[in-house]
T-cell receptor, first 113, second 116 residues
């Protein structure tokens, strides 16, 4: 079906290690993708985005990779810190201006100090 | 994000009551959304509005209604609240009029609703 899903619902990572959060999408017409971070009791916050004409985009300590061949999106967090503990959502935008973002179910990242 | 505000932040109500959650934004965005989030789960789209005269149902609109009073205001009503509507509710906005193909949504802080 048309959905954005996640391979791992929970992920535990040692502080200082790199984290990789994965997301699969099913609609090949999607042309824009966003990663959001949601801390406990707060609204989702934009982290990084990528358009379908790109394979990789880097931000501060975060990198998003897009593999259109297998419809896979990943978020890499370098040197994971306790403040990175949160739920991470991927979202996709279909190739139409008149459709809202479609959100995945989320992955909870727990950083072990 | 202080640009998107929601009131109230917390609300306790009883089964059968009608309640309204309000959302205001100062971002100048044309599009607004209401989502529901149950504990440990993802975001479900309730309603969305692409401009003042446009209202669209999302995945779970039954039991809810909305009003887009102005470009900056989008309210969500529970006509007759029931316990399984206990959840966290988020408002979001996005900007489509700029013409940019990217359309990031920006979220408010949420309203925690408990229906007894």
């Amino acid at each position: 079906g048309e959905s954005v899903g996640l391979h791992l619902p929970t992920l535990s990572v040692q502080e200082g290690d790199n984290s990789i959060i994965n997301c699969a999408y099913s609609n090949s017409a999607s042309d824009y993708f966003i990663w959001y971070k949601q801390e406990s009791g707060k609204g989702p916050q934009f982290i990084i985005d990528i358009r379908s004409n790109m394979d990789k985009r880097q931000g501060q300590r975060v990198t998003v990779l897009l593999n259109k061949t297998v419809k896979h999106l990943s978020l890499q967090i370098a040197a994971t810190q306790p403040g990175d503990s949160a739920v991470y959502f991927c979202a996709e935008k279909r190739n139409s201006g008149n459709t809202p973002l479609v959100f995945g179910k989320g992955t909870r990242l727990s950083v072990i100090a | 994000d202080a640009d998107v505000t929601q009131t109230p932040r917390n609300r306790i109500t009883k089964t059968g009551k009608r309640i309204m959650l309000e959302c205001s934004q100062t971002k100048g965005h044309d599009r607004m959304y209401w989502y529901r989030q149950d504990p440990g789960l993802g975001l479900q789209l309730i309603y969305y509005s692409f401009d003042v005269k446009d209202i669209n149902k999302g995945e779970i609109s039954d039991g809810y209604s909305v009003s887009r009073q102005a470009q900056a205001k989008f309210s969500l009503s529970l006509e007759s609240a029931i316990p399984n509507q206990t959840a966290l509710y988020f408002c979001a906005t996005s900007d489509f009029t700029s013409g940019r193909p990217q359309e990031t949504q920006y979220f408010g802080p949420g309203t925690r609703l408990l229906v007894l």
